[in-house]
């Protein structure tokens, strides 16, 4: 059993940067992918960014690429999506996946965070 907790979310202006960081509890943190997703009012959740277990290999949304970075530290259990350049269409509540596949989609998710809302004013 994994348990993520998301922090970092809230209000900035477009233009601006927030990074998120999601904590893991238990000792298998380093065996899982790791991932990023968003759900915005009224839209289906859908994939941000991915990591490898390692943190060698990463993936990203087209409408996020150049923008975000995502980075894991498997001796700290956390997990982090730094998002710079922030648009108002990134509004929308963040949410932390674990997975023991490369978590693509919602169905390789095995494990959810309970969310971190980003709002971007324009």
């Known amino acids: 059993q994994v348990q993520l907790v998301e922090s970092g979310g809230g209000l900035v202006q477009a233009g601006g940067s927030l990074r998120l960081s999601c904590a893991a509890s238990?000792?298998?943190?380093?065996?899982?992918?790791m991932g990023w997703f968003r759900q915005a009012p009224g839209k289906e959740r859908e994939f941000v960014s991915a990591?490898?277990?390692?943190?060698?290999?990463?993936l990203y949304a087209d409408s996020v690429k150049g923008r975000f970075t995502i980075s894991r530290d498997n001796a700290q259990n956390t997990v982090y999506l730094q998002m710079d350049s922030l648009k108002p269409e990134d509004t929308a509540v963040y949410y932390c996946?674990?997975?023991?596949?490369?978590?693509?989609?919602?169905?390789?998710?095995?494990?959810w965070g309970k969310g971190a809302l980003v709002t971007v004013s324009s």
């Open positions: 996946a674990a997975g023991t596949r490369m978590v693509l989609s919602t169905t390789r998710v095995d494990f």
């Open positions: 238990g000792r298998t943190f380093s065996s899982y992918a």
């Open positions: 990591i490898t277990w390692s943190g060698g290999g990463t």
